[in-house]
T-cell receptor, first 113, second 111 residues
Framework: KAGVTQTPRYLIKTRGQQVTLSCSPI?????VSWYQQTPGQGLQFLFE???????NKGNFPGRFSGRQFSNSRSEMNVSTLELGDSALYLC????????????FGQGTRLTVV | QQPVQSPQAVILREGEDAVINCSSS?????VHWYRQKHGEAPVFLMI?????EQKGHEKISASFNEKKQQSSLYLTASQLSYSGTYFC????????????FGKGTRLSVIA
């Protein structure tokens, strides 16, 4: 079966712009989580969605937002981009919440210039 | 609360053993281990649940000490294919709190 698909794979944006990243989970998976990965910081938790509801939010400013649609696809949006937002953004899908294997997508590499 | 992993990096020769530790300041329900190879997505290795048994598959195994809020990943007789960054993820209340990852341990296996 198809894995987790993230689009686009690469993005270059200018400071002050906004960006929307997309994640299509594995068919049948209802939970989607987003992580920001930067060198030396590991995987920083952004959001967790289940059945279109945001279940948890990480310690990120309000410029970071997200949503999940009825087909479990998820988007995250970053407004007023800053240089420090440059990172690999990873999406992970799971069958359900907690105690379960997460499947990661290849990520979207965002560069802010 | 982000778990703390140690060491940050380790270099091994093929056939040597390694231990990667993961500790939390909070009581944990489960610990997850993932491996990420360069340029690839993280891949699931195993989950250890509170009250559960030590898990393992061939030469990679892990333990979970609930009282100490620590987990250890054991790699024995390492192979070149073991190279990558290992992340532990912790859950406090499954279904109510997210999976939070440590900063990772970079493992390099050389011939």
């Amino acid at each position: 079966k198809a894995g987790v698909t993230q689009t686009p794979r690469y993005l270059i944006k200018t400071r002050g712009q906004q960006v929307t990243l997309s994640c299509s989970p594995i068919s049948g998976h209802r939970s989607v989580s987003w992580y920001q990965q930067t060198p030396g910081q590991g995987l920083q938790f952004l959001f967790e969605y289940f059945s279109e509801t945001q279940r948890n939010k990480g310690n990120f400013p309000g410029r970071f937002s997200g949503r999940q649609f009825s087909n479990s696809r998820s988007e995250m949006n970053v407004s007023t981009l800053e240089l420090g937002d440059s990172a690999l953004y990873l999406c992970a899908s799971s069958l359900t919440l907690g105690n379960t294997e997460a499947f990661f997508g290849q990520g979207t590499r965002l560069t802010v210039v | 609360q982000q778990p703390v992993q140690s060491p940050q990096a380790v270099i091994l020769r093929e056939g040597e053993d390694a231990v990667i530790n993961c500790s939390s300041s909070k009581a944990l329900y489960s610990v997850h281990w993932y491996r990420q190879k360069h340029g690839e997505a993280p891949v699931f290795l195993m989950i250890l649940l509170k009250g559960g048994e030590q898990k393992g598959h061939e030469k990679i195994s892990a333990s979970f000490n609930e009282k100490k809020q620590q987990s250890s990943l054991y790699l024995t007789a390492s192979q070149l294919s073991y190279s990558g960054t290992y992340f532990c993820g912790t859950e406090i209340y499954p279904g109510n709190t997210p999976l939070v990852f440590g900063k990772g341990t970079r493992l390099s296996v050389i011939a």
